[in-house]
């Protein structure tokens, strides 16, 4: 149900299916406006219906946010009809599964055009705006391969870095001049989206996220709460988003080794791949079909991760902790005495 604060007018890309649109619902939810942009029809049709339902405004803008001048007329429509930008929301991505020397140039420039480039295009649309008026939150969709390269996705895990480094820069540059303007960027798991049904796969098998699988509406949950605590920089969600990141500040040789002994089967079902199967890349595979946000992996979902509800309430487990080991120190002292 909507509450009574506020609504605020947001923006999310890529919201017609996975971790965009079940933050899109989410933010329904609040009694939001909601701008969904994302190429396929179908997709956004259903997206916009679930927001409605949730309490929202929707406004449905198909757009591909590889094209910088496209993201900047959808912005101008998404002022001209909700109201000015409070939150804008990056999720847009594509991918392709094969071995680094099985693909094409032109393919790992559409990898990089969507998920690097979409989330530039998009910060700056944003902050034409938020600038001027001291004010806004903008939020990035990392991943836990933006901080550790695996196998089979070199073009994803390029682009993610990508991110880490031009938000950090651009954290830095909105500290400087003391702008009002916040953003923050969260680090996701392997999520159970639509992708994995629809990527441009060049293995024999069909392609699952690395295990544990987190179900999308968690992420949505999740990407509307950094919204509303943009002062922190970043974000660690999920149990293994916090092992692979500081496996591989502590010991990178072990997480070579381990990913080349199990990153490949790891990422690959038991299931043969088709030719008939959808392909997202250049073209939108929910044109004329709704996947929704969920995948195929539903019955192996977590939604639930007491890491991601420590990281959300670390206040309240930091005070816990403290008080625990005053406890214990008390309880020390008395028995010296």
């Known amino acids: 149900m909507p509450t009574s604060r506020t609504p605020r007018t947001v923006v999310v890309t890529g919201a017609s299916g996975g971790i965009g649109r079940a933050t899109a619902v989410e933010f329904g939810r609040r009694g939001d406006r909601v701008a969904l942009l994302a190429r ?26 590889a094209d910088a001048d496209a993201v900047e007329a959808a912005a101008d429509r998404v002022e001209a009809e909700l109201g000015e930008i409070d939150v804008w929301v990056n999720v847009a991505f594509t991918a392709v599964f094969a071995p680094f020397h099985e693909l094409t140039a032109q393919e790992y420039a559409r990898v990089t055009d969507v998920t690097y480039l979409g989330f530039v295009h998009g910060t700056m649309a944003a902050l034409r705006r938020m600038r ?34 031009f938000t950090e820069s651009l954290l830095t540059e909105l500290k400087a001049e003391g702008s009002g303007v916040h953003i ?85 079902t038991d299931t043969d791949a088709t030719p008939s199967d959808p392909v997202n890349l250049h073209d939108p595979a929910d044109a004329d079909r709704d996947f929704g946000a969920e995948g195929r992996f539903s019955d192996q979902q977590w939604t639930w991760d007491a890491q991601i509800w420590a990281g959300r309430y670390h206040g ?19 028995r010296r005495s």
């Open 40 to 65: 396929g029809e179908a997709g956004l049709a259903a997206a916009a219906e679930e927001v409605r339902a949730a309490g929202g405004t929707p406004l449905v803008i198909s757009v591909d946010v």
């Open 132 to 165: 001027p008026r001291d004010r806004g939150v903008i939020v990035q969709t990392g991943s836990a391969l933006g901080r550790r390269g695996i196998p089979l996705q070199s073009a994803y895990c390029g682009a993610k870095h990508a991110v880490k480094g």
């Open 184 to 268: 923050t960027r969260v680090d996701l798991p392997g999520v159970n989206t639509p992708q994995f049904s629809w990527v441009l796969n060049k293995m024999p098998k069909r392609p699952q996220p690395v295990a544990p699988i987190y179900a999308p509406e968690l992420m949505g949950r999740v990407m509307v709460h950094a919204a509303e605590h943009p002062r922190r920089r970043a974000w660690w969600i999920g149990t293994p988003t916090v092992y692979t990141v500081l496996g591989n500040e502590v010991w990178p040789q072990f997480m070579d080794w381990y990913l080349a002994r199990n990153g490949i089967d790891g990422q690959l």
């Open 316 to 334: 309240a487990v930091a005070a816990a902790a403290g008080a625990g080991l005053l406890a214990g120190a008390s309880a020390l002292l008395r």
